[in-house]
């Protein structure tokens, strides 16, 4: 079998690569020639532990290769981003332009697939476009829905060892779908159909982020309580029916900060909820870079010189280097809005640059730097000492103190 994967990004990527090692030969596709240069080098634009050894085999082996445009195969993927318009709106423009590049190129027994984040009814509404350019087809391809559920970080045993939701336009196109995953899933696959698929993958997301919504309220609380944050949840958690996530800085990254909005979007009287939850989640990053401003207001006033201030971490979660929606990235910003005559140190040991701004070595921004602000719990910053001398503000439980 041959499968094209449109999309090469922190989904698209790993998959094609999981599916090509399991003997499916595949053809990578992304509209970005740098990615398609590296792909077809064996080198990784991302970062994810172990991958790049199986990406130099499966290119080595001949099993995948990745070029700018889809050609024919028998199953398509697609898995490009679905970002926003207006007020939080989707946008399945990508997913539209994904589907016409392999419209022409479909054929009677095709699989085809939406990994993408997706509003309700974005495969019907794909499986409509493909029937009307080429009527001929209808009821002679099979069209699913099939959302990924992975951890950054962990991607090649998740995508393996998962469960995964698979739903279909039909019942033959959910059975043809599962009988694609199944070469390399060892998690159960689990039929439905389409719309609920979809979501499905919406529902996991806004619930994961209400639970981080309360553990971060849960630490604006502690704060103006005077009580650790930390050593409250842990003690809180061993309650037998009790687990309480661990609060940041926010929530970030392209799935629980974005997936809400697509139903409150399609639902906004019902879905008041998960609105507030995003509301809660959204100041959080809002408090942190208060907290910095009045760290920086109090250091001016006991030394009399404006502090340095070290940002640490700008990865919306630890020991990646995926910077999508990250709330450290807002804090940052407007620390730098209010503070634009101090001298600001920023720090992500897992990127090389940033647009145009001057990253510093986390030793020696913790060195150098008068107030340290951690804003992503990446593991080298928890091997730093202790420093009882500087302003440390850690929002992230890095030293959980």
């Given at each position: 079998?041959?499968?094209?994967?449109?999309?090469?990004?922190?989904?698209?990527?790993?998959?094609?690569?999981?599916?090509?090692?399991?003997?499916?030969?595949?053809?990578?596709?992304?509209i970005?020639?740098?990615?398609?240069?590296?792909?077809?080098?064996?080198?990784?634009?991302?970062?994810?532990?172990?991958?790049?050894?199986?990406?130099?085999?499966?290119?080595?082996?001949?099993?995948?290769?990745?070029?700018?445009?889809p050609?024919?195969?028998?199953?398509?993927?697609?898995?490009?981003?679905t970002?926003?318009?207006?007020?939080?709106?989707?946008?399945?423009?990508?997913?539209?332009?994904?589907?016409?590049?392999?419209?022409?190129?479909?054929k009677?027994?095709?699989?085809?697939v939406?990994?993408?984040?997706?509003?309700?009814?974005?495969?019907?509404?794909?499986?409509?476009?493909?029937?009307?350019?080429?009527?001929?087809?209808?009821?002679?391809?099979?069209?699913?829905?099939?959302?990924?559920?992975?951890?950054?970080?962990?991607v090649?045993?998740?995508?393996?060892?998962?469960?995964?939701?698979?739903?279909?336009?039909?019942?033959?196109?959910?059975a043809?779908?599962?009988?694609?995953?199944?070469?390399?899933?060892?998690?159960?696959?689990?039929?439905?159909?389409?719309?609920?698929?979809?979501?499905?993958?919406?529902?996991?997301?806004?619930?994961?982020?209400?639970?981080?919504?309360?553990?971060?309220?849960?630490?604006?609380?502690?704060?103006?309580?005077?009580?650790?944050?930390?050593?409250?949840?842990?003690?809180?958690?061993?309650?037998?029916?009790?687990?309480?996530?661990?609060?940041?800085?926010?929530?970030?990254?392209?799935?629980?900060?974005?997936?809400?909005?697509?139903?409150?979007?399609?639902?906004?009287?019902?879905?008041?909820?998960?609105?507030?939850?995003?509301?809660?989640?959204?100041?959080?990053?809002?408090?942190?870079?208060?907290?910095?401003?009045?760290?920086?207001?109090?250091?001016?006033?006991?030394?009399?010189?404006?502090?340095?201030?070290?940002?640490?971490?700008?990865?919306?979660k630890?020991?990646?280097?995926?910077?999508?929606?990250?709330?450290?990235?807002?804090?940052?910003?407007?620390?730098?809005?209010?503070h634009?005559?101090?001298?600001?140190?920023?720090?992500?040991?897992?990127?090389?640059?940033?647009?145009?701004?001057?990253?510093?070595?986390?030793?020696?921004?913790?060195?150098?730097?008068?107030?340290?602000?951690?804003?992503?719990?990446?593991?080298?910053?928890?091997?730093?000492?202790?420093?009882?001398?500087?302003?440390?503000?850690?929002?992230?439980?890095?030293?959980?103190?």
């Amino acid at each position: 079998m041959k499968a094209c994967f449109l999309g090469l990004g922190y989904i698209g990527l790993p998959t094609a690569i999981i599916a090509a090692k399991h003997g499916v030969k595949v053809c990578g596709v992304d509209i970005n020639p740098d990615v398609v240069a590296k792909t077809n080098a064996g080198e990784l634009h991302i970062i994810e532990p172990g991958l790049q050894e199986l990406l130099q085999e499966v290119v080595r082996t001949g099993q995948m290769h990745a070029q700018t445009s889809p050609e024919v195969s028998d199953a398509y993927f697609i898995v490009v981003p679905t970002p926003f318009k207006g007020d939080h709106e989707p946008d399945i423009s990508y997913v539209e332009a994904a589907t016409r590049a392999a419209l022409p190129l479909l054929k009677e027994g095709d699989l085809f697939v939406i990994e993408s984040t997706s509003p309700v009814g974005t495969t019907e509404l794909m499986a409509e476009l493909i029937f009307s350019q080429r009527p001929e087809l209808k009821d002679k391809i099979y069209v699913a829905y099939c959302p990924e559920r992975v951890l950054p970080g962990n991607v090649i045993h998740e995508l393996v060892h998962n469960d995964r939701v698979i739903g279909g336009i039909n019942p033959e196109s959910t059975a043809k779908a599962q009988s694609f995953y199944a070469q390399f899933v060892q998690g159960k696959l689990h039929p439905t159909n389409a719309r609920t698929a979809e979501m499905c993958k919406l529902t996991e997301n806004a619930s994961r982020d209400a639970q981080i919504a309360f553990a971060n309220e849960l630490s604006l609380i502690c704060d103006k309580a005077g009580i650790n944050v930390w050593e409250l949840i842990e003690l809180a958690n061993k309650h037998p029916r009790v687990n309480i996530l661990q609060p940041g800085c926010g929530v970030g990254g392209h799935c629980i900060a974005v997936d809400p909005y697509f139903l409150t979007a399609a639902f906004p009287g019902e879905s008041q909820m998960i609105a507030l939850v995003r509301e809660r989640n959204n100041y959080k990053p809002v408090w942190c870079a208060e907290r910095i401003h009045s760290a920086a207001l109090e250091f001016e006033l006991k030394h009399g010189r404006k502090p340095v201030i070290a940002l640490m971490g700008l990865a919306f979660k630890p020991d990646i280097d995926d910077l999508r929606e990250s709330p450290a990235i807002h804090i940052m910003e407007q620390v730098q809005r209010e503070h634009p005559e101090h001298q600001l140190l920023i720090v992500e040991p897992n990127v090389s640059s940033y647009k145009d701004y001057t990253l510093t070595d986390y030793r020696e921004a913790y060195q150098r730097a008068d107030i340290i602000a951690f804003l992503t719990a990446h593991a080298p910053f928890k091997a730093l000492p202790r420093d009882t001398t500087k302003v440390v503000l850690d929002f992230c439980g890095v030293f959980k103190r």
